[in-house]
């Protein structure tokens, strides 16, 4: 396709009917990703690709640009009136936008630089997001509201910073991937509506932890990695980056699996991703995309959160294996 007549995001958007208060809270995290790319980029040459001396509410060290991809949504998305706070992975409570309109009703919940263990060794790294609607009234709006509202989850995509900007967005009728051109600090559409294949022969999973599964998650990998003589009768591949941005993305591509699943170990009960700004926008994603996401006994989008940073095991990515994988922790 000639670029001259590629479309742009803001032609997207409007191509799908998107409502225009969601179009321009849309386009403000757009924004955001496009300064986080540029930042992310030049952070070797800025000396800001290391650690801070700050740690998050998960315990877990900050990088500086953890801090400073927060910074920038949090900045940007203060521009977008109908934006009435934003929850973030970087920071405990509920943000309130103090510049919102009154009728503000969007929450936008983000981690801003997700797999940030890779940027030292310049691995892809990336930013979720997820757009909820409120259910009430927008004026104080508090944690409850957001917990009530986390089922109205009506946009959510990510940004990868890899090779290529890429941008990986759905408003629940398809999902779009977006490339972002550097010159012209424009994203253009290079794929309208991706699709998961139904099957695959290839599996992400951390393997380190392989003595903390469940007895259906072992029982699944190993017959996975037992090959064409197997119960699966097939080579299956693994991969595993590090960074669930990237080896998410890889299903849109070409198919696949993705567990990060509930652990034995101590704290592991939940698995490590969190709900809000990591499993369920990946889920809206996949699902829109025809892929399966599920904890392993119940879809991932059918929890009712109690709490912003509460965690969620994952399992997302090829219709017939995530089935699979369900079906064996149900007859476990
Ligand atoms: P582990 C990155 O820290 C992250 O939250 C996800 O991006 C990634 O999938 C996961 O953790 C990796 O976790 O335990 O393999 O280091």
Redesign the pocket.
């Known amino acids: 396709m000639e670029k001259t007549e590629r479309e742009d995001l803001a032609a997207w958007l409007k191509s799908q009917a998107a409502d225009v208060v969601l179009s321009d809270c849309l386009q403000h995290i757009a924004t955001s990703c496009i300064r986080i790319a540029h930042l992310v980029a030049r952070a070797p040459l800025e000396g800001t690709a290391g650690s801070s001396d700050t740690t998050n509410i998960q315990g ?1 060290t900050q990088k500086q640009l953890d801090i400073i991809s927060n910074d920038v949504m949090i900045e940007q998305l203060r521009l977008c009136p109908h934006i009435a706070a934003v929850v973030s992975e970087e920071v405990p409570d509920l943000i309130a936008n103090p510049d919102a309109a009154e009728n503000a009703s969007f929450v936008v919940c983000f ?1 801003p630089l ?4 890779n940027i030292e060794t310049n691995a892809a790294i990336g930013t979720i997001f997820s757009v909820l609607e409120l259910d009430g009234p927008t004026t104080d709006v508090t944690a409850e509201s957001v917990l009530q509202s986390a089922s109205n989850q009506i946009a959510a995509g990510y940004a990868l910073y890899g090779p290529s900007t890429l941008l990986v967005l759905t408003t629940g009728k398809s999902v779009a991937v977006f490339a972002l051109d550097p010159d012209e600090k424009r994203f253009f559409l290079i794929e309208a509506k991706v699709q998961i294949p139904e099957q695959t022969s290839e599996f992400a999973i ?1 393997m ?2 392989q003595r903390f599964w469940s007895p259906a998650v072992a029982t699944y990998i190993e017959d996975c990695i037992s090959g064409e003589t197997g119960p699966r009768g097939k080579i299956f591949n693994m991969r ?1 980056t ?4 990237a ?1 998410v993305h890889r299903l849109f591509v070409r198919g696949g699996i993705f567990l ?1 699943p509930a652990l034995s170990r101590p704290g592991g009960a939940q698995g ?2 969190r709900l809000l700004y ?1 499993a369920a926008p990946m889920a809206f994603l996949v699902e829109t995309a025809g892929g399966g996401a599920s904890t392993g006994t119940r879809p991932v989008r059918s929890i009712e959160p109690e709490k912003l940073h509460q965690r969620a095991p994952v399992i997302l990515g090829s219709k017939e294996e995530v089935e699979l994988l369900t079906n064996l922790h149900h007859a476990s």
């Open positions: 877990e981690d997700d797999g940030s263990s951390n380190a932890y595993w590090g960074s669930m941005v080896d990060y490590k991703l990591e």
